[in-house]
């Protein structure tokens, strides 16, 4: 009779342990939630150069970090300079992959022919 009333016992704890550790993986969960990035790999990678830079990856790796000292503020002054430097660079730089090039192009193209 004991035994009985142990394996009924146990069956039922085995049971229910089961559903204590399921995960139903609702989109709910944060970790499965991603979200569309906003910049390429090549700004990002070219941010990171610029932080690196600039020096403030050097003074973020020390133990303690000022933000409020001269060096720091110096290194974020150089970092918002470059920063703003490479946009501005990236804005200054012809577009030929863009459509309105393509377009240009075809036309001069079709213009020199006929003036010939």
């Known amino acids: 009779m004991k035994l009985h009333r142990i394996i009924i016992v146990a069956s039922t704890l085995l049971a229910s342990s089961g559903f204590a550790l399921a995960h139903n993986g609702d989109s ?5 939630q991603t979200k569309a990035s906003t910049v390429t ?7 990171l ?15 303690s970090v000022d933000p409020s000292s001269a060096e720091y503020r110096a290194a974020e002054s150089r970092y918002e300079k470059l920063r703003n430097a490479s946009q501005a660079a990236q ?7 863009s459509s309105d090039a393509k377009v240009v192009t075809a036309k001069q193209s079709s213009l020199d022919h006929s003036q010939q």
């Open 91 to 97: 804005l200054a730089k012809p577009r030929e992959s």
């Open 49 to 63: 150069a610029i932080y690196r830079e600039s020096g403030l990856l050097a003074l973020d790796r020390q133990d």
């Open 28 to 32: 709910d969960d944060p970790v499965e």
């Open 41 to 47: 790999r090549a700004e990002v990678q070219a941010d």
